[in-house]
């Protein structure tokens, strides 16, 4: 029963798409027909940016290009039409840096899928909406992209601003000190002049000294006065 309902659900479904694709013919068959007429209007023909013809490398004023010669894009195309040569060159450090030779690009084998500008990681390359690109010989349909004498255009490096370090403990540290300078005064027995010159450890162990020093007189007097009064009990009994 099941095969019989997805037999005549996949009719009606193939029924329905082609009264769809009539319907869409029947349309278009009395639709006003527009003939361009070229190329006797080449100066008023509008061409889509998004047309992809030509593949290109733009260099700037300096004859500089972005390619890195890394072969993304030859790898990435699916029919062998882009071939990138490169060369090794030793620079002004006495490193070793690989660098453009020729870049080499076949209109005729090319499908204009747009993966070589997509997969760019620097893009170097694009594609433009020039569509005259008839020729009468084959071999001219292999282009070189890169210019004669052009070079990698070099990365400026950002400076950062050196921004000015603000030591803002330095003023907190002198208010510790002379706050704490003071407690130290009072129980130390030298000047202040003598414990703010001292460092640290020279204070704690005059801070200890200090508390030995005072604490032997205060015991010292107590034993006269005590023997005092013993004999002046004994005197009057």
């Not at 260099?59 to 790898?75: L, S």
């Not at 601003?161 to 208010?175: E, G, H, R």
């Amino acid at each position: 029963m099941s095969s019989i309902i997805k037999y005549f659900s996949g009719l009606f479904t193939g029924i329905r798409s082609l009264l769809g694709g009539m319907a869409v013919t029947w349309k278009e068959l009395w639709t006003k027909k527009v003939t361009q007429q070229y190329p006797e209007n080449r100066d008023t023909l509008v061409i889509s940016d998004r047309f992809r013809c030509e593949l290109t490398m733009p260099h700037d004023e300096n004859n500089e290009h972005a390619c890195t010669a890394c072969g993304i894009c030859e790898m990435n195309c699916p029919n062998g039409t882009i071939t990138v040569k490169s060369k090794m060159i030793e620079t002004e450090d006495g490193k070793k840096k690989k660098i453009l030779d020729a870049y080499i690009w076949d209109l005729g084998m090319c499908t204009f899928c747009n993966l070589c500008v997509l997969t760019c990681p620097s893009s170097a390359i694009k594609f433009n909406n020039t569509y005259e690109n008839a020729v009468f010989t084959r071999s001219k349909l292999v282009q070189q992209l890169n210019h004669e004498g052009s070079k990698l255009r070099e990365k400026k490096k950002e400076v950062k601003p050196v921004v000015p370090v603000v030591t803002s403990k330095a003023p907190d540290v002198a208010l510790e000190t002379e706050v704490k300078t003071p407690n130290v005064e009072v129980k130390a027995p030298a000047s202040s002049s003598e414990v703010t010159e001292t460092p640290i450890a020279s204070v704690i162990a005059a801070v200890k000294e200090s508390k030995t020093e005072v604490a032997e007189p205060i015991v010292t007097p107590i034993a006269p006065a005590k023997e005092q009064e013993t004999k002046a009990e004994t005197t009057e009994n």
